[in-house]
């Protein structure tokens, strides 16, 4: 099956430090990559959607000048947390779909703790 | 507005059979999925269906009735490790994917 992965997999940092998330499709050509936050007990959360090469679509309420989002190639899209606050700590995760196919595979999250 | 609706927790025994419903109410409809979740971990694909109709994959099934905005996910000869989070999940007609907030299933020995 096909696979994603995110790295890193856990990162603790300091408020107002920013932090980077890569997720990679590791076997598949990603067109589309999506970013979620999951807070404890809660669903999941769309951010944003992003298509490779283009600017990314941001949900509701999500502060796009906060949350960098690049997909630059078709296998490799970026998450940056700036000026990272304790609020957002979470656990993001990404997912990717195939221009072909329907289905959405995750990576295995990255939790973020802001201290 | 769109909505899907499943139970927020079940419990079952193991060795035993649990349905899980959901219903969604969303403009158009390209498929549902449900996703297994365990606790701090990302989700996992299930199944998917598009047709009305029952899909077998092993233990597991799920059902679709498209005219009836409801889907069940079948869980068969319960075991420890199915305890989990289960997500229902429809791609609306602009493509989007709308999420549940999930059914935990406690298994119980």
């Known amino acids: 099956g096909a696979v994603v992965s995110q790295h890193p997999s856990w990162v603790i940092c300091k408020s107002g430090t920013s932090v980077k998330i890569e997720c990679r499709s590791l076997?598949?050509?990603?067109?589309?990559m999506f970013w979620y936050r999951q807070f404890p007990k809660q669903s999941l959360m769309l951010m944003a959607t992003s298509n490779e090469g283009s600017k990314a679509t941001y949900e509701q309420g999500v502060e796009k000048d906060k949350f960098l989002i690049n997909h630059a190639s078709l296998t490799l899209s970026t998450l940056t947390v700036t000026s990272a606050h304790p609020e957002d700590s979470s656990f993001y995760i990404c997912?990717?779909?195939?221009?072909?196919?329907?289905?959405?595979?995750f990576g295995p999250g990255t939790r973020l703790t802001v201290l | 507005g769109q909505n899907i609706d499943q139970p927020t927790e079940m419990t079952a025994t193991e060795g035993a059979i649990v349905q899980i419903n959901c219903t969604y109410q969303?403009?158009?409809?390209?498929?549902l999925f449900w996703y297994q979740q365990h606790a701090g971990e990302a989700p996992t694909f299930l199944s998917y269906n598009v047709l009305d109709g029952l899909e077998e994959k092993g233990r597991f099934s799920s059902f679709l009735s498209r005219s009836k905005g409801y889907s069940y996910l079948l869980l068969k000869e319960l075991q420890m490790k199915d305890s989990a989070s289960y997500l229902c999940?429809?791609?609306?007609?602009?493509?989007?994917?709308?999420w549940g907030a999930g059914t935990k299933l406690i298994i119980k020995p």
């Open positions: 969303t403009s158009g409809f390209n498929g």
């Open positions: 999940a429809v791609r609306d007609g602009g493509y989007q994917l709308i």
């Open positions: 076997d598949f050509q990603a067109t589309t």
């Open positions: 997912s990717a779909s195939a221009a072909s196919g329907n289905e959405q595979f």
